[in-house]
Nanobody
Framework: QVQLVESGGGLVQAGGSLRLSCAAS????????MGWFRQAPGKEREFVAV????????YYTESVKGRFTISRDNAKNTLYLQMNSLKPEDTAVYYC????????????????WGRGTQVSVSS
């Protein structure tokens, strides 16, 4: 059974940092593009950051550029999102996803979704 399991979410003050992890199981994702998405209450799910199977290139939504960094460890079948200088508007459920290409992921139509982890940023 293929699973993507996110962890590392929580409550943090504005300006703080969190590191999200996504552990994949059931098969290797070393040949897949992977990414992070988020959904705030009352809003549609949006693409946050995407990384190619090799680790490059990476893509970020404009609002997180310079603050968030996506990375992956294919040997551990794990995806990461380092989030710095967090803002209240970053509050959302963050989802990990995998697909065959970065183009597919940036269209928010991956093949696999995780269940999400809550990130809350207080002002």
């Amino acid at each position: 059974q293929v699973q993507l399991v996110e962890s590392g979410g929580g409550l943090v003050q504005a300006g703080g940092s969190l590191r999200l992890s996504c552990a994949a199981s059931g098969r290797t994702f070393s040949s897949d593009a992977m990414g992070w998405f988020r959904q705030a209450p009352g809003k549609e799910r949006e693409f946050v950051a995407v990384i190619a199977w090799s680790g490059s290139p990476t893509y970020y939504t404009e609002s997180v550029k310079g603050r968030f960094t996506i990375s992956r460890d294919n040997a551990k079948n794990t995806l990461y999102l380092q989030m710095n200088s967090l803002k209240p508007e970053d509050t959302a459920v963050y989802y990990c996803a995998a697909g065959y290409s970065t183009v597919q992921l940036r269209s928010v139509v991956p093949d696999y979704w995780g269940r999400g982890t809550q990130v809350s940023v207080s002002s």
